[in-house]
């Protein structure tokens, strides 16, 4: 192999090429981006950039010394066997590293909406909240809590519009997601509230009324970012579909990070996780597999969230759970753990129990079976369960 094309240069694209060359790669690569930035972390864009701890998060990568010839500013348009055309022109490769991770869902509506995806979109949302400023947030997930908090604390009015019943509804469920409502004390926080436009001044609920703001920040997910592959001969559902080595369906492509549905051989199911873990580690598979050599990517999912000031954590995959258990309750730190049918660990969500969180993902990986009444008291460690 001569020459690998890397699509995206955020955190999977960078770690692949780095996976390439320690892998002893020397041929060329190119990494196209479509942001001008070189490669930075996004945990940190809600957190500390947000919160003004931080102006940026560059990850500490010399790209000279990595031998990457960088295209920042330029996007892939398509793909045919063997060549990616980009808005610089075409790229021929011999591999190619799909690693383009996703856009966020924007709303209807007419009014100065904003998302929080990139550096330059925390700047522009940062230098927003000011003090007594009417902050509409909508959507109470990962992003829109994170958001909350740096509003809260920026001295701003928070209003936070979630369709669900709870917040994290979605992610992890009503029932945990309501387990975390006592957060949002200070915060207008509207349960079951359906967004039909973001208009001038504000947002419009289904139903007519209106929530008045200065700023709206949507955070209701994101999809994978893939247009550009509509028109390709390669698979594509909920992402770019990948067997458990992350190898996509035309020849020499793999795909990795936020854009990737790999194969996991766990959990006997097809997964798309859109968490900086996986970015970080899918790329040895990713680039082993461009190689010839034989990796599995089979990991056991994690993430986590610094929201109300709290640390959430979780690792597994709770939909292969059956039973909901909790270790403590809603005053102090508490876990939620999802047990299977037979009494083995799906998923463990620890809160401000960081033990829990790393004992209960050896414990998933091992596949070890817990013993129910133990695991309720919080007192006895997780892995002696
Ligand atoms: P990305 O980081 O999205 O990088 C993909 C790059 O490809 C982008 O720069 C994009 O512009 C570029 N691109 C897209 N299309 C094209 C194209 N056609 N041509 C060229 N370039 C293209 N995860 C956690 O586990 N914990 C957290 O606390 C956490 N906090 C987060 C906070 C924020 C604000 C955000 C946005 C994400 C957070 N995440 C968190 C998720 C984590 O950051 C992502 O999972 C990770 O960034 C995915 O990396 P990636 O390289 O796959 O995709």
């Known amino acids: 192999m001569n020459h690998v094309v890397v699509v995206g240069a955020g955190l999977a694209g960078l770690r692949t090429v780095e996976a390439l060359r320690s892998r002893g790669f020397t041929g060329r690569v190119t990494m196209v981006g479509r942001e001008r930035h070189r490669p930075y972390d996004r945990p940190p864009l809600s957190k500390a950039v947000l919160s003004g701890e931080a102006d940026d998060s560059y990850i500490g990568t010399d790209l000279a010394a990595l031998g990457v010839d960088f295209w920042p500013g330029v996007s892939a348009k398509s793909l045919r066997a063997g060549v990616v055309e980009t808005t610089e022109g075409e790229l021929g490769y011999d591999g190619l590293v799909i690693a383009t991770g996703a856009d966020p869902i924007r709303l209807p509506g007419d009014g100065p909406q904003h998302v929080l995806r990139t550096l330059d979109d925390a700047h522009e949302v940062r230098a927003m909240l000011v003090p007594g400023a009417r902050?509409?947030?909508?959507?109470?997930?990962?992003?829109?809590?994170?958001?909350?908090?740096?509003?809260?604390?920026?001295?701003?009015?928070?209003?936070?519009?979630?369709?669900?019943?709870?917040?994290?509804?979605?992610?992890?469920?009503?029932?945990?997601?309501?387990?975390?409502?006592?957060?949002?004390?200070?915060?207008?926080?509207?349960?079951?509230?359906?967004?039909?436009?973001?208009?001038?001044?504000?947002?419009?609920?289904?139903?007519?009324?209106?929530?008045?703001?200065?700023?709206?920040?949507?955070?209701?997910?994101?999809?994978?970012?893939?247009?550009?592959?509509?028109?390709?001969?390669?698979?594509?559902?909920?992402?770019?579909?990948?067997?458990?080595r992350?190898?996509?369906?035309?020849?020499?492509?793999?795909?990795?990070?936020?854009?990737?549905?790999?194969?996991?051989?766990?959990?006997?199911?097809?997964?798309?996780?859109?968490?900086?873990?996986?970015?970080l580690n899918a790329p040895e598979v990713a680039a082993a597999t461009l190689l010839g050599e034989d990796a599995v990517y089979d990991p056991v999912p994690y993430f986590w969230s610094e929201q109300f000031g709290h640390m959430v954590q979780y690792a597994g995959h709770?939909?292969?759970?059956?039973?909901?258990?909790?270790?403590?309750?809603?005053?102090?730190k508490w876990s939620a753990v999802w047990l299977t049918a037979d009494d083995a660990l799906a998923a463990v969500l620890a809160v401000d129990r960081p033990r829990d969180l790393v004992q209960g993902r050896r414990i998933i990986a091992s596949g070890q079976r817990l013993d129910a009444k133990r695991l309720v008291d919080p007192e006895v460690s997780l892995r002696d369960c």
Not at 151 to 168: I, K, S, Y
Not at 186 to 200: K, P, Q, T, W, Y
Not at 256 to 278: I, P
Not at 318 to 332: F, I, K, S, V, W
């Open 246 to 279: 992350l190898r996509a369906s035309l020849p020499g492509v793999v795909a990795v990070g936020d854009c990737a549905a790999w194969w996991s051989r766990r959990w006997q199911t097809r997964l798309r996780v859109e968490h900086w873990d996986s970015a």
């Open 318 to 332: 709770h939909p292969a759970g059956e039973r909901l258990l909790y270790r403590g309750d809603t005053e102090g």
């Open 135 to 244: 902050v509409a947030i909508i959507g109470a997930g990962w992003i829109g809590a994170e958001v909350a908090t740096a509003a809260r604390r920026a001295g701003c009015e928070v209003t936070v519009v979630e369709a669900g019943p709870a917040p994290l509804a979605t992610a992890v469920g009503a029932e945990i997601g309501a387990r975390t409502e006592r957060w949002y004390d200070g915060i207008d926080l509207r349960l079951g509230a359906m967004v039909d436009s973001v208009d001038e001044g504000g947002v419009r609920l289904v139903g007519g009324a209106f929530v008045d703001a200065h700023v709206v920040v949507t955070g209701i997910g994101v999809r994978p970012a893939v247009e550009w592959l509509a028109d390709a001969d390669i698979d594509l559902h909920n992402g770019v579909v990948t067997d458990e």
